[in-house]
């Protein structure tokens, strides 16, 4: 018999081995003077006309068949190998075959009275559950002790059994939401009846749930999944990175107790052990970042994407798959429904919505007909020529603050940018302080009195003088949170002023106490990255201020109106959720920009329109589709030579008149992390011919030591 063999590494086909192995079976295998593990696609016993080696060892099964559907067609999307599509499919602690040990699972005995309050919650969340427990997860949710559970084992109330490999959540968090009387508004309704029809037909479509923030999505997410888990199957639901927080957990776990949560900072087993759980169907719903789009149920039902314009679903190394997209093509495969949930869709996705390709559903009125707050714009530059300062904060922004503190109520302020100066230059000469290895500017971070350089993290000093001139002292300028933090807290020293960015937030117990500090309204006013601007909900915070809404602006990307757009919708979307109802202040270099305009006003379709017509015009998605190609090395003119070369090689593969081709051109970072970087743009309506000619020319195509070719479908950064 021989094997077909997949293998981690960048080469599309598979390789024939003697020997045999379930297909989807991990097998180590020899590959030129190395071993690697692969996975088994195909066996058969036609022997090739080729000397064969053997397998060395075949282990436990990982992938089924729909796994390697779906693998099969990311490597055929994202031109990567199937091999390594495979193995980003899979946990690595699952790859590396680690196992781990037991754990205690209780669940339901006799039915006896409890006694005690505490012993009346464990068993109603033992016997809701309908299925086993571990210890430490009912324990903790319940607020209950060892001893209060050994009472119920005595009683014959409870039966623990110890079974290898823990099974749902190692996390649990002590968030529970209180059960809330909700009557579905009209529109939620029609938005899971679409859903619904999407759902049942012959071949499941997908949904687009445009609701505007607070609208009650994650509401039609609950339910929608309610009915797939009634009749029988799964469901995932992806919540990009940053909005994987206690809070949005809770709600998924307050409604379906066999809840398993993929974080990115789970440890490796506890990862395998939600895997597990997942694939021997023991848990309903999946909850997670990217990679939760690959999680290994068998009865997916229903697939949610929440905040589907993300760019952290992009994945930005190999494979660079897009778990959107990704879940869709599975849900296709699988006979499932997806629903994509945001108040701002990406332009893509509203596109296909606009040409049937997906359902719409809208909602566009908060819970209970709430105001959406009102949001206005304050000119920084005439800000500045009225003050004849340099103000941080405008009079406006610092009147409403002040305001809503002294009433009680809690403010936010948005920068998306951390650290204390972000630009420091000499005054004499030209010197700009600079990352060694990047083409970035340093970032002084106070708390730490470090330069740290955003893109590769390395870090310095901050010099005293110039370093070119050494005579020249420092302009240092620019503004990150660090600073914001540090003058509200100078001029205000009575508010409670937190900073939430990645900096303070080390740890996910610091995030657990700044949330809890805004819950309980210890907190006055958080100064944030991006890190809050999903997913809060605390109704007494009545006033939201954009520090800048530029930030986006200076990226070299196509996309940066849209994404002006988002973040001021999504972080406006913070404000006035409570009965206070709220403001939020928006302050900006470039205060007539449709992007500020148009999200200043709710304008979502004026937005959309005006940004459309400049895609059309521009050749950009969703008018077309994109491959970007990146060759990298340490060496400028190796890098240079190379990519003119590979360009050379593909001209004649691609069809002119159907695909266009931009560059080689240096990156807008040249270098990063000591490597140069040029870019190629391949644009084209349809991507296939422009696939088939990377497929003939990649495979072939040799590069110096040191120079690496990245091949990057669908781009999300353009950096
Ligand atoms: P979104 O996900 O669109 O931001 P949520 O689903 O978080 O909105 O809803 C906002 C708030 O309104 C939440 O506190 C939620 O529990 C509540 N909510 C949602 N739907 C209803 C409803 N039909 N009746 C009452 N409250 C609701
Ligand atoms: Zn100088
Ligand atoms: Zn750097």
């Given amino acids: 018999m021989f094997v077909e063999v997949v293998l981690p590494i960048p080469i599309d086909r598979p390789f024939t081995y003697r020997g045999t192995a379930e297909i989807g079976a991990r097998v180590v295998v020899p590959f030129r003077k190395r ?24 282990r436990d099964r990982v992938a089924d068949e729909r796994v390697l559907a779906l693998t099969r067609w990311v490597a055929d999307h994202y031109l990567c190998s199937w091999g390594e599509a ?63 559970l050994h009472r119920l084992v005595k009683a014959g109330a409870v039966r623990i059994a110890r079974v290898p490999a823990p099974d749902v959540d190692a996390l649990a968090d002590a968030y529970v939401e209180a059960p809330k009387d909700i009557t579905l508004t ?24 445009h609701g505007v923030t607070g609208s009650g999505k994650t509401e039609v997410y609950l339910q929608a999944i309610r009915r797939a888990v009634d009749a029988g199957r799964q469901a995932i639901v992806l919540v990009p990175e940053i909005a994987l927080t206690p809070q949005t957990v809770a709600r998924f776990r307050s409604r379906f107790p066999r809840v398993a949560v993929l974080h990115s900072v789970l440890t490796d087993a506890d990862r395998a052990a939600q895997w597990r759980a997942a694939r021997a169907g ?39 798959y897009h778990a959107r997209d990704v879940a869709i093509r599975r849900a296709e495969l699988e006979g499932a429904a997806v629903v994509l949930g945001s108040a701002t869709p990406s332009l893509e996705s509203l596109h296909r919505a606009r040409s049937g390709e997906y359902r719409l559903a809208r909602l566009p009125y908060r819970i209970g007909r709430r105001e959406m707050p009102a949001i206005r714009i304050i000119d920084m530059a005439r800000e500045r020529i009225e003050t004849k300062r340099f103000p941080l904060i405008s009079r406006a922004l610092e009147a409403d603050y002040k305001a809503a503190v002294a009433r009680g109520e809690q403010v936010i302020l948005f920068l998306n940018r951390r650290g204390y100066l972000t630009y420091i230059a000499c005054r004499r000469c030209e010197w700009v302080f600079r990352c060694k290895r990047c083409d970035v500017g340093m970032t002084y971070h106070k708390d730490r009195d470090r330069c740290e350089c955003h893109q590769c993290g390395s870090l310095q000093p901050l010099p005293p003088l110039c370093l070119e001139c050494g005579m020249g002292p420092l302009n240092r300028l620019g503004l990150g949170t660090e600073r914001i933090e540090e003058e509200l807290k100078e001029k205000f020293p009575d508010f409670a002023v937190r900073r939430m960015d990645s900096d ?66 999504q972080v406006a979307g913070r404000a006035g959720r409570g009965p206070k109802g709220g403001t939020v202040v928006v302050q900006t270099f470039n205060p007539t920009h449709y992007a500020i305009t148009c999200a200043a006003r709710y304008d979502f379709d004026g937005f959309a329109e005006r940004e459309a017509a400049a895609r059309r015009d521009l050749g950009y998605p969703p008018f077309t589709s994109l491959i970007r190609v990146i060759v990298s090395g340490t060496k400028e003119a190796r890098v240079r030579e190379t990519a003119q070369r590979l360009a050379e090689k593909l001209r004649p ?3 002119e008149l159907l695909v266009q081709r931009l560059g080689p051109a240096p990156a807008p970072i040249f270098r990063i992390k000591g490597r140069y970087r040029m870019a190629m743009l391949l644009k084209a309506s349809d991507a296939e011919p422009a696939r088939t000619a990377l497929r003939k020319v990649m495979p072939g195509f040799s590069t110096p030591p040191g120079v690496s070719v990245a091949v990057d479908v669908d781009p999300v950064s353009m950096v």
């Fill in 653 to 655: 593969e691609l069809p």
């Fill in 186 to 209: 009209p529109e939620q309704r029609a938005a899971i009846e679409t859903i619904g029809r999407a759902a049942g037909g012959e071949r499941p479509t997908t949904v687009l749930l």
């Fill in 86 to 148: 495979i193995a980003a499919a899979i946990p690595a602690a699952i790859r590396r075959h680690k196992t781990s040990g037991t754990i205690e699972m209780a669940s339901p005995g006799a039915e006896i009275r409890p006694r005690t309050e505490r012993q009346r919650i464990l068993l109603d969340l033992l016997r809701a559950a309908r299925a086993p427990l571990p210890v430490h997860d009912l324990l903790a949710r319940a607020e209950a002790s060892r001893d209060t």
């Fill in 282 to 320: 023991d848990v309903d719903v999946i909850v997670g970042a990217r990679s939760a789009v690959f999680a290994p149920c068998r009865r997916l039902g229903i697939v949610i994407v929440d905040e589907e314009h993300e760019t952290t679903y992009k994945q930005d190394n190999n494979p660079r």
């Fill in 35 to 58: 071993t690697l593990t692969g996975y088994a696609v195909a066996v058969h016993d036609r022997a090739p006309a080729f000397p064969v080696r053997d397998v060395i060892e075949v």
């Fill in 504 to 569: 303070a937030m080390r740890t996910r117990r610091d995030y657990r106490e700044a949330l809890t500090g805004l819950w309980e309204g210890d907190t006055d006013v958080i100064v944030g990255t991006q890190m809050i601007a999903k997913g809060l909900d605390v109704p007494n915070v009545t006033v939201v201020g954009v520090v800048s809404a530029d930030t986006a602006f200076h990226l070299p990307d196509f996309r940066a109106a849209e994404r002006t757009f988002q973040l001021i919708t």
